[in-house]
């Protein structure tokens, strides 16, 4: 048996039918239980222990045990990436490690499977950030109190292993739940008039995008460079992995070494899904074309519709002379629009070069709601940045930015085609931000209702110093 927290590990060690947890440093040593069960062996006749305490055990859910050390190991750790904990209680934070370990545990009781590649992905991708953060392995190791490198990894697994679990099982719980007109309304008539949001100030952002084209020349050097690639894992057996680790500039999957597990329904672009789809288990594509740059892949695994894949991306160059040319048009662009030779939409539908708003007037849309309004206080900071200065019919000058998904850099203009003022809800006018609220709404009761009905049907034991505690759920059992 295994038990986790946040960078905390526990062994336990068997005597009869009892478990005894390797305790923390700051409770009872591991020599002090060998020492108080041998007191206790001799006492009584073999195989007729007497019931060992459990010293350091917080509760215990299904096959997962917490450890008080988790507890205080977690707080510790909430505290370290800044988060506010002046109103997180004792209680209230095992309460949610206690939930966590009953959405892992019923999620291996479904058989619902976190691959160990993706585990090791995000585990890697850690300690990377650990040691750029901290300055070298030994100090992260020093830091954390660990004695090598090894057990710290497998720590780290274990932690990620339960953490993934837990969100697939919750993704699953709520994956099916939709939301119709009719509820959204009965949703917003059932919130008392004095008690309805107050919804922030938004704003209303259009863009007009140039992206730079790389020379053919340039092209044929990323091709060839994929080639290259390509040729030494096939002939000299070299890792894919390693190689992507190397020479990928995709953000999101370079430190997992490429690693990727896509359904046909995944939001990636539908050449990539092609190529992959069409590949046989063990297989590295051809270099090909995205807008993010050229590709290959290699395929892990097919498990059904869902593949586990490798990917190298690279994007060629952009000469300076390329990317003053695109500033240079984007500029004129701008400068005809101020003179009325047409509007700012019917400039994005002709000129923009980013497909996903040049049909809509260049109009942006919130990832959170797909809506077209931002409200201020939830913007991204460096789209906040591009406008929070334009005033209204104002068109910011060229900006260069950095493709975040590793794509090519762009040049782009702006421009606030409507302001609303901070207000309360209305049902015409915030439909779409009313229908996500009816909808967390739903789901937020759909896990209420997983959780009683889980906890009513698993092992669950919490101490006795705990068992006063007012948790959110029925961990308690009469």
Known sequence: MICTGILSICSVIVFGQQTVPEVPDNQVEPEEIVAEAEITKKKDTVNNFKRIKLD??????????????????????????????????????????MEDRLYAHQAVQDSILVSDDMVNAQSEAQLQSLVQQIGSMPKVLKYYKKLDEVSFREELYKINKLRMLSEKMQQEIIMDIEITPEEVRQFFSNIPDDERPVLGAELEIAQIVKTPKPSDEENQKVVDKLNQIKADIEDNDASFNVKAILYSQDPGSKSKGGFYSITKETGFDKTFKDVAFSLREGQVSEPFKTPFGYHIIFIEKI????????????????????????????????????????????????????????????????????????????????????????????????????????????????????????????????????????????????????????????????????????????????
């Open 303 to 478: 498990r059904g519709q869902e593949l586990d894949l490798r990917h190298i991306l690279i994007s060629p160059e952009i000469s300076d002379a390329v990317a003053e040319e695109a500033k240079s048009e984007l500029d004129s662009i701008r400068q005809k629009i101020m003179n009325e030779e047409f509007t700012f939409a019917e400039a994005a539908l002709n000129f923009s070069d980013e497909k996903e708003t040049k049909y809509d007037g260049g109009v942006l849309r919130n990832p959170e709601d797909f809506g077209a309004r931002f409200e201020l206080t939830k913007m991204d900071p460096s789209l906040y940045n591009q406008v929070r200065n334009l005033k209204d019919n104002e068109i910011s000058y060229p900006t260069l930015e950095e493709d975040q998904r590793g794509g090519p850099p762009k040049y782009k203009i702006l421009k606030v085609t409507n302001r609303y003022d901070e207000h309360k809800a209305d049902f015409a006018q915030d439909y779409i931000k009313i229908q996500q609220l009816a909808l967390t709404q739903k789901q937020f009761n759909a896990i209420k209702e997983w959780m009683a009905e889980h906890i009513a049907d698993t092992y669950v034991s919490v101490n006795d110093a705990n068992r006063d505690c007012d948790f959110a759920n029925k961990w308690v059992k009469d």
């Open 56 to 97: 350091g055990i917080s509760a215990v859910v299904g096959d997962y045990v917490i450890l008080d050390s988790d507890v205080a190991k977690t707080l510790i750790d909430l505290k370290s990436q800044g988060a506010a904990t002046d109103d997180i209680t004792h209680c209230g934070l095992l309460g949610k490690l």
